[in-house]
């Protein structure tokens, strides 16, 4: 998951729901989230970090697509739960290191499943 591939989602809901950019952004204005058109585009063209979790949730609402599908382009997980998306926010803004740290950790449980 990346925010570039994030926001190509992003970018193909908007455009499949005919918004514009200002569109989307007074419609989560609306509902209490004030995001500005440039803010989104951001979003679309990669130039940020992944968006907050109320953001990516409120777009996702928005859009009418699910945030797993936002985040990883996949809609059969719809299951998860907010704790897992906020893990998946979090474990993308990891270093390389710390990422492999985190495998090597995950392997270890896979390995004492056996």
Known sequence: MTITKVGERVRAAREAKKLS????????????????????GKIERGDTKLPRRDLLMRLADELEVSAAYLLF?????E????????FAIAYSKL????????????????????
């Not at 950019?21 to 989104?40: F, N, Q």
């Not at 270093?95 to 056996?114: D, P, Y």
Request: aromatic share 2%; charged share 35%.
């Open 73 to 77: 382009g996949l809609e059969d997980l």
């Open 95 to 114: 270093s390389e290191e710390q990422k492999a740290a985190i495998a090597g950790v995950l392997n270890t449980f896979k390995e004492n499943e056996k």
């Open 21 to 40: 950019l200002e569109a989307l952004a007074k419609k989560l204005t609306d509902k209490g989230l004030k995001t500005a058109p440039a803010t989104l």
């Open 79 to 86: 299951h998860l739960s907010k704790e897992a998306i906020e």
